[in-house]
Nanobody, 115 residues
């Protein structure tokens, strides 16, 4: 079955950096566009970034452009999100998602941005 396991979250000060990972299994990772989403308390889940199956194209929400970088390693079936210059408004649970399996979500990884 399709599984997505996010990791790498934690507590970071404003201006700091984190690198999130998403380990995928149960499907042919290299065939699918992958995305990161996030959900803050009391808010709907929102799109953060996506990357084509071959990594040739990426897209970002305006709120993270220039600060976050999405990447993937198809040999390792792993998706990444490098987050720099973190702001308090970036605090949320971060999830990855595969385009071919929109209803499948992992447990997420918590990102807390605070002094």
């Amino acid at each position: 079955q399709v599984q997505l396991v996010e990791s790498g979250g934690g507590l970071v000060q404003p201006g700091g950096s984190l690198r999130l990972s998403c380990a995928a299994s149960g499907f042919t990772f290299s065939r699918y566009t992958m995305s990161w989403y996030r959900q803050a308390p009391g808010k709907a889940r929102e799109f953060v970034a996506s990357i084509w199956s071959n990594g040739a194209r990426t897209s970002y929400d305006d709120s993270v452009k220039g600060r976050f970088t999405i990447s993937r390693d198809n040999a390792k079936s792993t998706l990444y999100l490098q987050m720099n210059s973190l702001k308090s408004e970036d605090a949320a649970v971060y999830y990855c998602n595969a385009a071919g399996f929109p209803a499948t979500w992992g447990q997420g990884t918590q990102v807390t941005v605070s002094l």
